[in-house]
């Protein structure tokens, strides 16, 4: 019969490994596509609609431009430049090239605009809520790599030298996990000896592509 023992830990993101989506221009959330932590967000996934007069205004200044441009293309004026300049605060807004060429084929500005990841990620902290507004620079979700999870636990003194060799550790929630919502996470850790003599453990993915990193022992027996 093997040897065990329970430790109550707490799993968190690398915050240096986060993800801060924030808005670029001031406005309303129209609408989330993804409103709750732990929901999973691919690359290219749309993210919010935002309803923006200034980002409106911006719009309508790019179909102008155009429009002038074709209609008085012997003008003075370098209309070109014009419209590149439109353009670039589009895109300083957020706005994909996509989106810029798609303005520019159906002259519609819209009353919302929607806004995609640029990463994937788990949700790790949902900023905002429908209706609400925010600012330009307001933070509107976080986005944390399932590789970037770490375990965190504390282990009663004299345990350190049990968490080494060929020890394998399970992980199972207890409760609702804040950053992971309702997923059921079981994963299993193998401790392995690094050539400095300490010790590490390293996640197998066993449940909806979950990836847990454990870092060293402390010298107070803490296993994060």
């Known amino acids: ?27 309303r959330i129209d609408r989330l596509y993804f409103k709750a932590e732990g929901q999973y967000v691919r690359k290219g996934d749309k993210l919010y609609d935002l309803y923006s007069e200034d980002l409106n205004n911006a719009k309508s200044e790019y179909i102008l431009a155009m429009e002038k441009k074709a209609a008085l293309d012997n003008s003075l004026v370098d209309f070109d430049q014009v419209i590149q300049s439109a353009k670039n605060t589009l895109l300083l807004w957020g706005l994909q090239e996509s ?26 902290t949902m900023n905002t809520k429908e209706g609400e507004y925010v600012m330009e620079g307001g933070p509107v979700m976080q986005l944390g790599w399932a590789s970037a999870l770490s375990l965190a636990a504390s282990s009663p003194r004299g345990r350190a ?21 309702a997923a059921s996470l079981a994963s ?4 392995a000896r690094r050539r ?21 022992p402390t010298a107070v027996d803490t296993y994060g």
Do not use: W
């Not at 019969?1 to 406005?27: A, E, H, P, Y």
């Not at 030298?161 to 919502?181: K, Y």
């Not at 299993?188 to 401790?191: A, D, H, K």
């Open 161 to 181: 030298q049990q968490l080494s060799g060929n020890l394998e550790i399970d992980v199972s929630p207890t409760q609702r996990l804040g950053v992971l919502a």
């Open 188 to 191: 299993r850790l193998t401790p």
């Open 196 to 216: 400095d003599g300490t010790s590490a453990c390293t996640g197998v993915e066993t449940s909806r592509q979950y990836v847990d990193t454990v870092a060293d």
């Open 99 to 124: 989106q810029v060429r798609e303005l520019a084929t159906r002259h519609q500005v819209g009353l919302t605009t929607t806004f995609y990841s640029k990463a994937d990620g788990y949700i790790t």
């Open 1 to 27: 019969m093997r040897n065990s023992f329970t430790l109550t830990g707490t799993l968190g993101f690398d915050q240096s490994k986060i993800t801060q989506i924030s808005s670029r221009v001031m406005g």
